[in-house]
């Protein structure tokens, strides 16, 4: 089944502690993107990757880091949580580099509360 | 700059009548727009696009959205509304990799 996963679904911690949040697509997707949901923020993106070895700010990247060391892994990293990054994550690919042309799959979320 | 706006927190409608819910967008270029929708305690499924071509685009059950070039907008439709349609709505766009999605609208269908 063509999809994407994350892990873990749910992760309470504290602040300061490292944290990886992991995503994989089967897809043999070119793009991925990390994105954070707030009430009434809709979703803001985080980062983003066109291709292995290519990762783009997105709006909100203060905080995160990722990798794209393969093609389907895209791990988010919280090397110094905090409070506010308190939210729901989702993970998301598409088929071309770009975006443009086709849809973006998303993942099932990620639940972070950081204390 | 993006910009992506969806004017409506919250859209009511009964079931069985039309509904409208609301996309105006700000990009510099050509628009790249996306519809998705959320389900409780789901992730974003994907409902129509329009990236180039005819400015009536079909989606998936039932929905269709209209572009229109000069009031910068792509409003998403559908005929007669299921209570099953109820959800947040989120529209998008998405240019060179960077996306930027609108505040959602949460669409209630009542029976």
């Known amino acids: 089944e063509a999809q994407v996963t994350q892990n873990p679904r749910y992760l309470i911690t504290v602040t300061g502690k490292k944290l990886t949040v992991t995503c994989s697509q089967n897809?043999?997707?070119?793009?991925m993107s990390w994105y954070r949901q707030d009430p009434g923020l809709g979703l803001r993106q985080i980062y983003y990757?066109?291709?292995?070895?290519?990762?783009d700010k997105g709006d909100v990247p203060e905080g995160y880091k990722v990798s794209r060391k393969e093609k389907r892994n895209f791990p988010l990293i919280l090397e110094s949580p905090s409070p506010n990054q308190t939210s729901l994550y989702f993970c998301?690919?598409?088929?071309?580099?770009?975006?443009?042309?086709?849809?973006?799959?998303f993942g099932p979320g990620t639940r972070l509360t950081v204390l | 700059a993006q910009s992506v706006a969806q004017p409506e927190d919250q859209v009511n409608v009964a079931e069985g009548n039309p509904l409208t819910v609301k996309c105006t967008y700000s990009?510099?270029?050509?628009?790249?727009l996306f519809w998705y929708v959320q389900y409780p305690n789901r992730g974003l499924q994907f409902l129509l696009k329009y990236i180039t071509g005819d400015n009536l685009v079909k989606g998936s059950y039932g929905f269709e959205a209209e572009f229109n070039k000069s009031q910068t907008s792509f409003h998403l439709k559908k005929p007669s509304a299921l209570v099953s349609d109820s959800a947040l709505y989120f529209c998008?766009?998405?240019?060179?990799?960077?996306?930027?999605f609108g505040d959602g609208t949460t669409l209630t269908v009542k029976p």
């Open positions: 990757s066109m291709n292995v070895e290519v990762t």
């Open positions: 990009v510099s270029g050509n628009p790249y």
């Open positions: 998301a690919s598409s088929l071309g580099g770009l975006a443009v042309y086709n849809e973006q799959f």
């Open positions: 998008a766009d998405t240019n060179a990799g960077k996306s930027t």
């Open positions: 897809m043999n997707h070119e793009y």
